[in-house]
């Protein structure tokens, strides 16, 4: 949603929105109703209820009150809620986002948001926050809080068309959705909410979270708990946007995306961290860690999609559905290491990018632009941080930050792209000498062992903990002047089939137990 | 695997003791400009001292991205050549995701990138011409020279099982008597075993064995089984 918005566009749109009738301070039945009951469940820590009114009834008075009008000022609910100021707060947040999504914020709002973000986060900071507040809720708030950031460092980016006015307001303001506030916010709510200590310890069995959801069934709060572990994946996301992927992949370290947890428990949650984990992957050039996490989560959405249908977020899923078999593509056409994926994902991405993938594999221009595109159309929207220099001549610089990334990914394929030929002849032979390989690929000798070399380099990743991890699907090695290919067997996991088997076992055995024969 | 390293190559060496106080005020203050000053002397630092961090450097960068008008291209270059040295690590890369294109057209930055791109495509013959004529950079952080021939003998030694003596010789840039002299040395340390029986020219060397060049070393991963995996059926054994 990035707004391309002047000033003088955005005083006629709020003229028009006058024109159509929108006041502020009307606040029609249903909406107090909306408040009044929301307000209730949330005193009375009822999750189920609040979680149907905020996926449920809010869409619905949206879509039939305000598709094109934002909703009423939180003044004018305020007195139907004992103008309590959590709630208020809350109120503004959705207010905030319904406008983000279906209007064109404007520079005061913006700034107007980020206040409310700042009183929001600081009361749950530092205040004793005692409420409950579903998983998809808690979740919306990082993600919309890292969407608006990006949004805004968007905007003001693009300084061409500024007026004085808002030149003027950005001078102002200038701490809003500034870098190292964002960054700080999650950062504190990683950190106050404890909550790399309570999965800790949750390994040692000394405490429930995964288990329970995040929700607190002893009286206490999720909130806090809850935010600061979406925080985590929301600094995954800005630390990509900023193209610091080892960073970002550290902040996500506490959560093991091997297993199903918290992350999982929000479709958003869980799609936004695997993109952003694989994306950041694929950058490290760790392609067998992206592909993995790829193939899991575009099998999962494919048998899942259709109980999304309903969902606000479902355009969004299917658009990072897409977004993510081009990221795959990316990564199977630099490391092709088919086995990983499993047929239906396969399937699917044959359907989408087999032609492309092929024509990918080639070693011209027209591959090199393949590679271009569909790293334009998956990657995340790059921002620069730092904000405008004023006193120079005001120019775009939106674009900056994609256009590098895009540069630099791109160097990565060029170095790569005689790997490929050289796969291909890998395939049909078990042995050959350099000479004869050299006058295949039509390269001279020393030129050919750079090649070999290159290969062995570029599919030998270093993981984590600095091992030397082999990412090839063929490999080889050289005798002197001879290459030896290695055949390659896919090792059989046969442990956790066994251990799936013996789970399955016991519950079929634990069901005839209960059976009583008469 | 380890890479093989000759003992008289000398590798970074981890973070010292004396710069646990960095480490740790990177870790308490991500994003805190206050601390950019400690991160500059620190790069400086890692260099006189021949230590390397690489999550402090990308704070450091970090805190240049944010606030542009702070950056010091020298420290910036400091960072690349370490960078450069951590190879096969992709940190150069890293690095290079930060720093905006603008300060990339600089002289220094576009000579390293150049170096880079060789190192990258194990165009050895061509990086050390490279790095010959621009000293100047390189050569104001010590132990470039013996990180970059590491490295080479990583990348030989996952390609290899005996190596043609001239290939070596171009890799990792020492000739002549020099390179006896090393392969001696590597011989009596490092297991290297020289191939007899035929002229100098022709000499082959066999690298250490390792899991990459010698595939039938490489262990059956398929049947370790993380322990995690095996609670599930704690219950179910209990």
Request: glycine content about 4%; charged content about 20%.
């Amino acid at each position: 949603m990035e707004s391309t918005y002047d000033y003088d566009d955005t005083v006629k749109h709020q003229q028009q929105q006058t024109d159509l009738g929108y006041d502020p301070n009307f606040v029609p039945d249903s909406v107090k109703s909306f408040v009044v009951h929301l307000y209730r469940h949330i005193r009375e820590k009822n999750v189920y209820e609040i979680h149907q009114m905020y996926e449920g009834s809010f869409q619905t008075l949206s879509d039939r009150m305000f598709k094109e009008s934002p909703w009423p000022s939180v003044d004018a609910i305020s007195q139907y809620v004992d103008q309590d100021h959590v709630f208020c707060l809350l109120y503004r947040e959705m207010w905030f986002r319904h406008l983000y999504a279906r209007l064109s914020p404007t520079l005061k709002q913006r700034i107007d948001s980020w206040d409310n973000y700042c009183s929001l986060f600081s009361v749950v900071l530092h205040g004793v926050v005692n409420m409950q507040l579903p998983n998809q809720w808690l979740w919306d708030m990082v993600d919309e809080f890292v969407y608006q950031f990006q949004s805004f460092c968007q905007y003001r980016a693009k300084m061409k068309n500024k007026t004085e006015q808002e030149i003027a307001l950005l001078k102002q303001f200038d701490q809003a959705w500034n870098v190292y506030g964002v960054l700080n916010f999650l950062q504190a709510l990683v950190e106050k909410s404890q909550i790399i200590q309570i999965l800790d310890q949750e390994k040692e069995g000394l405490e429930q979270f995964t288990a329970t959801d995040g929700y607190d069934y002893n009286g206490g709060s999720n909130v806090l708990k809850v935010l600061g572990y979406f925080s985590m994946v929301g600094l995954l996301r800005v630390h990509c946007l900023l193209g610091d992927y080892q960073t970002g992949l550290k902040c996500l370290l506490p959560i093991d995306i091997s297993q199903q947890g918290v992350y999982t428990s929000v479709i958003g949650s869980h799609i936004t961290t695997i993109y952003h984990y694989g994306f950041a992957n694929l950058m490290l050039r760790r392609y067998t860690d992206a592909i993995r996490e790829f193939n899991k989560i575009l099998l999962y959405i494919y048998k899942t999609k259709q109980y999304h249908q309903k969902s606000p977020q479902y355009e969004q899923i299917l658009k990072k559905n897409e977004q993510m078999y081009a990221l795959l593509a990316l990564c199977l056409s630099l490391c092709p290491q088919v086995k990983l994926v499993e047929e239906t994902v396969n399937s699917q991405l044959r359907e989408k990018y087999g032609e492309k993938m092929i024509r990918m594999q080639r070693h011209d221009e027209e591959a090199f632009a393949l590679y271009d595109e569909l790293f334009s159309y998956a990657c995340p929207k790059f921002i620069t941080p730092s904000p405008p220099i004023l006193e120079e001549p005001l120019v775009n610089y939106n674009q900056d930050a994609y256009r590098l990334q895009l540069k630099l990914f791109l160097y990565e394929v060029k170095q790569q792209q005689s790997l490929a030929g050289v796969r291909t002849f890998l395939k049909v032979y078990s042995t050959i000498s350099v000479g004869k390989l050299a006058t295949y690929m039509e390269v001279d000798e020393p030129t050919l062992r750079t090649i070999l070399m290159t290969y062995k380099h570029k599919t030998h990743a270093i993981d984590p903990d600095g091992k030397v991890i082999s990412t090839a699907d063929v490999d080889f090695f050289l005798d002197d002047d001879m290459i030896r290919v290695i055949e390659s067997k896919p090792a059989k996991q046969y442990g956790d089939y066994f251990l799936r088997q013996i789970v399955k076992l016991e519950g079929v055995m634990t069901d005839m137990d209960r059976i009583r024969l008469e | 695997m380890v890479r093989e390293q000759p003992q008289q190559q000398q590798q970074q060496q981890p973070v010292s003791q004396m710069s646990y106080t960095v480490e740790q005020l990177v870790a308490l203050n991500p994003y805190n400009p206050d601390i950019l000053p400690d991160l500059e002397n620190y790069v400086n630092e890692q260099v006189s001292s021949q230590t390397y961090s690489l999550d402090a450097n990308l704070c450091l960068l970090r805190l240049y991205q944010f606030e542009p008008e702070r950056m010091s291209t020298q420290i910036v270059a400091h960072i690349l050549v370490k960078a450069l040295m951590a190879m096969p690590a992709p940190d150069f890369s890293l690095c290079l995701f930060l720093i905006p294109e603008r300060v990339q057209m600089e002289e220094q930055f576009k000579t390293l990138i150049v170096l880079s791109h060789y190192l990258e495509t194990a165009r050895f013959r061509q990086f050390w011409d490279e790095a010959a004529k621009s000293r100047h950079i390189v050569e104001v952080v010590p132990g470039f020279e013996q990180a970059i021939q590491a490295y080479a003998i990583h990348v030989l030694s996952l390609t290899y099982q005996k190596v043609p003596r001239p290939v070596l010789a171009e890799a990792i840039n020492i000739e002549g008597l020099s390179l006896d002299k090393f392969l001696e040395h590597q011989v009596a340390n490092s297991g290297w075993i020289l191939e007899k029986g035929q002229g100098r020219a022709h000499q082959l060397i066999i690298l250490p064995r390792n899991e990459f060049n010698h595939p039938e070393l490489k262990k059956g991963t398929g049947e370790s089984v993380p322990l995690q995996h095996i609670t599930r059926i704690f219950p179910i054994l209990g």
